[in-house]
């Protein structure tokens, strides 16, 4: 049986450089992949947050562009329809654009800056919306004079 | 591996910084996280505030205060008779003011504003008999009449039989085999011209009311009839559509109006008939040009979300002919 502390402080057959280059080696490995992994995670963890942020502001852009559809069948003279929406000027921090496009079927697209990421969101319409792009931030939808609806930049 | 346990020496202790760096980079990638997660709540937060702007509220509000004005109109023209027809438009005007006064501040204490005007109002008359024991011939008592021409619409046509069994019965009718014709309610343009014929059944007390070409319906002895709304007894029926292939303006007449009894009320957008027809006395054919036919409002309907606008058209029981 050993004695106790037989062995304490025994280097024999490990040199220290060994030694230092293994520990050193191990840990950098670790550190290296705790970086890659958690960076990966969180570019993929944003990506899916601004994606699903977007899907959520196109729906609701949708559904404004819809109820002012209808508003707008039910005019006849002297006709005014606006709907607002305040919206947020950025996505899980990147800026991002919303237009309207397809032509006489239109649709909408939502695109973030950095990542790009763009994502659509259909509506029916039986009003004609018009084609247009602007930065993300407030919103409205405006029935303009030559009877057609517009997404433009809300000064609220 | 005495080393790699960590020996308590001054150079063996250095390590640890490498194990610092990486807890550090744990706090910022679970901060990163958090500020994230936080976006996507706040998001979903967005998502579920109310599916818009209340604009399904607005053309309620519409609806109402056209159907609101439709009723003030039947009102005007049913309880203020001889009162001119400028008396009628300022009582128009004045009740469709309370009625914004009465709505407006109850929508007000939910953040909208709303505002209901009158824009325009289209002059008629209204032409009816409310004698339940007469038949429908004009004052001299003339079976075949015109009552109105160049009529732009004509709408609250209602009919109310009070003695079926006046009604020529259908065996006795000369389109089909007799001799008789039936009482008749004809539309014409000068071109085209629409006919409902109504007449009773021969074996029961049913009445049969027969769109000329156009097919019939059958309801119980003394039914309701409203030509334009195309209701018998508020029932539908389906050929009564009324003037259905005439344009305007055209000419409304009765053709053997002595075969008929009960009484009969209709407002027509024209103020051009033969006053010889009529009298003042409800009791007999009477026309009053000071009507008001239809109105056009202006609604407004605004809140922080929407700007709502619009002219609207109240014409009570308004028919397409």
Redesign the interface.
Same mark, same amino acid.
């Given at each position: 049986m050993r004695k106790k502390g037989q062995f304490d402080g025994d280097d024999r057959g490990v040199s220290m450089t060994v030694s230092y280059i293994l520990g050193l080696s191990i840990a950098f490995l670790l550190v290296i992949g705790l970086f890659l992994t958690a960076g990966d995670f969180v570019t993929e963890q944003r990506e899916t947050s601004i994606r699903t942020e977007m899907e959520v502001l196109g729906e609701q852009i949708a559904t404004d562009i819809t109820l002012a559809d209808r508003m707008a069948q039910t005019t006849t003279d002297n006709e005014t329809v606006v709907v607002r929406r305040s919206l947020p000027s950025r996505v899980s921090g990147t800026g991002y654009t919303i237009s309207v496009t397809g032509g006489d079927d239109p649709y909408l697209v939502l695109t973030s800056q950095d990542p790009e990421i763009t994502v659509e969101a259909e509506f029916s319409n039986q009003t004609d919306v018009e084609m247009s792009r602007l930065n993300g931030g407030s919103i409205l939808v405006n029935y303009t004079d030559s009877d057609t609806l517009e997404v433009q930049r809300s000064d609220r | #591996?005495?080393?790699?346990n960590g020996r308590r020496t001054s150079r063996g202790g250095e390590?640890a910084q490498? #194990?610092l760096?990486?807890a550090f980079?744990?706090a910022v +990638?679970f901060i990163?996280?958090a500020v #994230?997660?936080n976006?996507?709540i706040? +998001?979903?937060n967005?998502?579920t505030r109310g599916?818009?702007?209340h604009?399904?509220e607005?053309?309620a509000y519409?609806a109402d205060m056209a159907a609101g004005t439709e009723r003030l109109i039947e009102h005007v023209n049913e309880n203020q008779t001889g009162e001119s027809y400028d008396d009628h438009v300022a009582n128009l005007t004045t009740s469709i003011a309370a009625m914004d006064n009465g709505t407006a501040p109850i929508v007000a204490t939910g953040g909208t504003r709303t505002k209901v005007s009158v #824009?325009s109002v289209t002059r008629g008359t209204r032409i009816g008999q409310f004698n339940t024991s007469r038949n429908f011939t004009d004052v001299g008592a003339t079976t075949d009449w015109e009552l109105a021409n160049s009529i732009e619409g004509t709408r609250a046509f209602r009919i109310n039989i009070t003695d079926s069994s006046q009604l020529v019965e259908e065996d006795l009718i000369s389109f089909l085999g007799g001799s008789l014709d039936p009482f008749t309610v004809r539309v014409d343009d000068g071109t085209d011209d629409w006919a409902v014929r109504i007449y009773e059944d021969d074996t029961t007390t049913d009445v049969i009311v027969d769109v000329e070409g156009g097919g019939e319906c059958v309801a119980g002895s003394d039914p309701e009839i409203d030509l334009t709304a195309g209701t018998i007894n508020g029932e539908p029926c389906g050929p009564l559509s009324f003037g259905d292939g005439v344009s305007t303006p055209y000419s409304l007449r009765y053709e053997q109006a002595d075969q008929i009894q009960g009484n009969f009320s209709l407002v027509v957008d024209s103020t051009s008939f033969t006053s010889s027809h009529y009298s003042t006395d409800e009791d007999t054919p009477f026309a009053d040009d000071g009507a008001i036919y239809a109105a056009t409002i202006?609604v407004?309907h605004e809140s922080?979300?929407?700007?709502?606008? +619009?002219?609207?058209?109240a014409i009570p029981g308004e028919n397409d002919a």
């Open positions: - | #591996m005495a080393d790699l390590r490498i #194990m760096v990486a980079v744990l +990638t990163a996280l #994230m997660l976006s996507v706040y +998001t979903e967005l998502a599916e818009d702007a604009g399904s607005a053309i519409r #824009m202006y407004l922080a979300d929407h700007v709502y606008a +619009t002219d609207a058209e």
